[in-house]
């Protein structure tokens, strides 16, 4: 299959559009709960404090040379951006972390209609079971992610590569958020962490069309909270489309019980 942005990003709109779908609504309830306590929390946050941080990042980045000061209005809205991502993306991981349970009962419950097979018991025993696997995989995200996020920070902090980094940072979110949510069925699926990533990178363009979209929807207000359950849905028709139609290699089998 072709990788494009376009693509990937529909995976999401689909998401969406499933939402409503019976035998799904009940499993989106949580993670629609914990999507508004965390971002409105984020958005009293933003409030508060973002016009200090635009002061700050102005004066702290930017030399203070008169012939400069027309770079102050080109590069705002880049830095208003890269606080925006910054903080909304730091909350998302929060709230992906508390909801990863059942995000992942979410996608195998998706994944089930979409097959019309048993993928796995979505009782509360198996709530309970998967618990400490889905948490494991939460920390190996966090694993990934806070090396690369510190190196961006030190970058972000060298005077004119910083003028680049909103974008880097942008792109590296829409990266995340691929991960984030495709690992939901992946992990439901038996497929390691490293696999993952692997597979995720031979779909590059579509991964992070898709990532690319959640992360924006995301800075949207209203759109934000049901952008988790979405993005859930929309990972898990990517999965189905994009990887298990007998075109990975060395990945594990679907696990069905009669």
Do not use: H
Request: charged fraction near 15%; glycine fraction near 6%; hydrophobic fraction near 55%.
């Amino acid at each position: 299959m072709n990788s494009n942005p376009a693509k990937g990003a529909g995976y999401l709109v689909r998401g969406l559009a499933m939402l409503p779908t019976p035998g799904i609504r009940r499993f989106v309830l949580i993670p629609l709960l914990v999507n508004l306590l965390l971002f409105t929390a984020a958005i009293v946050l933003l409030i508060g404090r973002f016009n200090g941080w635009i002061d700050y990042m102005m004066s702290a980045w930017l030399p203070d040379w008169q012939w400069l000061d027309f770079l102050r209005y080109l590069l705002w809205p880049l830095f208003a951006l890269l606080i925006l991502v910054v903080v909304y993306y730091s909350f998302s991981v929060v709230a992906n972390l508390i909801a990863a349970p059942f995000n992942g009962l979410l996608s195998e419950r998706v994944e089930r209609q979409l097959r019309g097979a048993v993928v796995a018991d979505d009782s509360w025993a198996e709530l309970v079971r998967v618990i400490p696997r889905t948490l494991a995989r939460e920390l190996a995200k966090l694993a990934y992610y806070l090396p690369r996020v510190l190196l961006l920070l030190v970058l972000s902090f060298i005077p004119l590569l910083n003028v680049a980094m909103p974008v880097v940072w942008f792109l590296f979110g829409a990266w995340m958020m691929s991960i984030q949510y495709c690992d939901y069925p992946m992990d439901n699926n038996r497929v390691s962490f490293a696999e993952m990533k692997r597979l995720l990178k031979a779909r590059r363009l579509s991964a992070v069309g898709f990532g690319g979209l959640v992360q924006f929807g995301l800075l949207i207000p209203l759109l934000n909270l049901i952008l988790m359950p979405a993005a859930v849905i929309g990972a898990t028709l990517f999965w189905i489309e994009e990887y298990d139609a007998g075109e990975r290699a060395g990945a594990a089998q679907l696990p069905v019980k009669g």
